[in-house]
């Protein structure tokens, strides 16, 4: 069984895999060696796991699930993936970003893909059927337009998202909500639009902490997958441990 672990800047999501497919999905303030110790007596055959964080880590934390593990994996910038990364400033490209791009391949092998990650910025993500992490697009996510309209106005108030919304607004505030909502929107289909123009057969996920609030409200066919990130780095932790097996035979 492999533990997957991706600490964030505000939450930590934590995943137990067996065989490839989700056990359990935990979501967390922080994750340390209590969490670790925890989980290793309800699962007794967790043997393999992965740290990915951009947040804070706990010191010790890797050291004490290496202790605890058969095989563990730091994911870095220098740690090789299984898709051939083409994105020019690679020690800058966010490890989210990485990971999701892999989770996508193994869910969909040999097709052209967008992967759309809709949370605190919206990441567009492009692999083509071979494999090729292409590059993307990074824009401000649903929450930052918000606050922008009312840190850099002196008038306009900070509102937050709302599933009901007019197609035009009556109210600032209503002008606001239709504004950002709507533009994050039409946004998302014109980029799924122009992609598939190019590739008519691209397949495109959706995910990310607001991917369930956009969902339904995209005029384009997508496939939601909320744990994209968590399964991608399963699929390096799986690509890493198969390799050092046939090393140490």
Not at 78 to 84: D, F, H, N, R, S
Not at 173 to 190: L, T
Request: hydrophobic share 40%; glycine share 8%; charged share 20%.
């Amino acid at each position: 069984m492999n533990l997957v672990i991706d600490i964030g800047n505000s939450q930590t999501k934590v995943a137990i895999f067996d065989a490839g497919s989700i056990v359990q999905t935990i979501f967390m303030k922080s994750f340390g060696g209590d969490q670790l110790v925890g989980l290793k007596q309800i699962y007794p055959d967790l043997n393999q796991a992965i740290l990915s964080s951009v947040g804070f880590v706990e010191p010790g934390l890797p050291e004490a699930i290496a202790g605890r593990c058969d095989y563990f994996l730091e994911f870095n910038h220098q740690t090789p993936v299984p898709i051939e990364n083409l994105y020019e400033s690679k020690h800058t490209l966010g490890l989210d970003r990485l990971a999701a791009a892999v989770g996508a391949v193994s869910l969909f092998p040999g097709k052209d893909l967008l992967v759309i990650d809709a949370g605190s910025a919206i990441t567009f993500d492009l692999i083509d059927r071979n494999n090729h992490f292409l590059g993307g697009n990074i824009s401000p996510g649903l929450a930052m337009r918000f606050k922008a309209l009312h840190h850099f106005t002196s008038k306009l108030p900070e509102i937050a998202a709302a599933d009901q919304y007019p197609q035009y607004g009556r109210t600032t505030e209503e002008a606001i909500r239709a504004g950002v909502q709507k533009g994050i929107i039409f946004e998302i289909d014109g980029m799924i639009d122009e992609i598939r123009n190019r590739w008519p057969e691209c397949e495109v996920l959706l995910t990310g902490g607001d991917s369930l609030f956009f969902d339904k409200k995209l005029k384009n066919t997508i496939f939601v997958k909320f744990e994209l990130t968590l399964i991608g780095l399963n699929r390096i932790l799986d690509y890493h441990a198969t390799k050092n097996q046939i090393i140490n035979r």
